[in-house]
């Protein structure tokens, strides 16, 4: 197992509930204790920090500040125009353009390239396409869940 310096001085300062989560993009994600407080370590890649910071540290953040309401931010189902490379074995998060077709029917197209390190696929985008751990390619015309990300900017 490839051990890290950080990890390494988390261990020995603190306790780390988790360091790795099979999302895409966002591995490693490291979550746990230092004393009295909690520590979340995002992921170096601008895409994976922005994802894990939405998904997990503004929802953790509410929760700790008091706010009852659910974080988890809404999804609803649209027919995908775009043809989704995923492979099966994580969740998986793609960026991707939410909009009304010419027949007034909410669908979503890829923003492209979609690696951890490509934030134009995050900045050209208003939304994630959330495909199941076990879901492989997506073809067009097929349904996929999108979660609106405007909110993360300000409302968009």
């Avoid at 170096?44 to 509410?62: D, H, I």
């Avoid at 027919?79 to 909410?106: C, H, M, V, W, Y």
């Avoid at 939304?127 to 015309?141: D, K, Q």
Wanted: glycine residues 10%; proline residues 7%.
């Amino acid at each position: 197992m490839k051990r890290t310096i950080p990890k390494t001085i988390l261990e020995e300062l603190g306790e780390i509930a988790f360091w790795k989560l099979a999302i895409k993009p966002g591995k490693p994600f490291a979550f746990g204790k230092l004393s009295n407080s909690w520590f979340c370590g995002l992921p170096g890649n601008p895409v994976s920090a922005a994802l894990t910071f939405y998904q997990l540290v503004q929802p953790l953040l509410a929760k700790l500040g008091g706010n009852t309401a659910s974080a988890v931010p809404p999804r609803q189902r649209v027919r995908t125009t775009s043809r989704l490379k995923k492979t099966p074995g994580r969740l998986d998060f793609q960026r991707g353009i939410l909009q009304r077709s010419a027949n007034g029917e909410l669908e979503v197209t890829t923003t492209g390239h979609q690696g951890s390190h490509i934030f134009s696929s995050f900045s050209l985008g208003n939304c994630f396409i959330v495909l199941e751990r076990e879901r492989g390619n997506v073809e067009p015309g097929e349904w996929v869940e999108v979660e609106p990300f405007n909110a993360l900017f300000g409302g968009l």
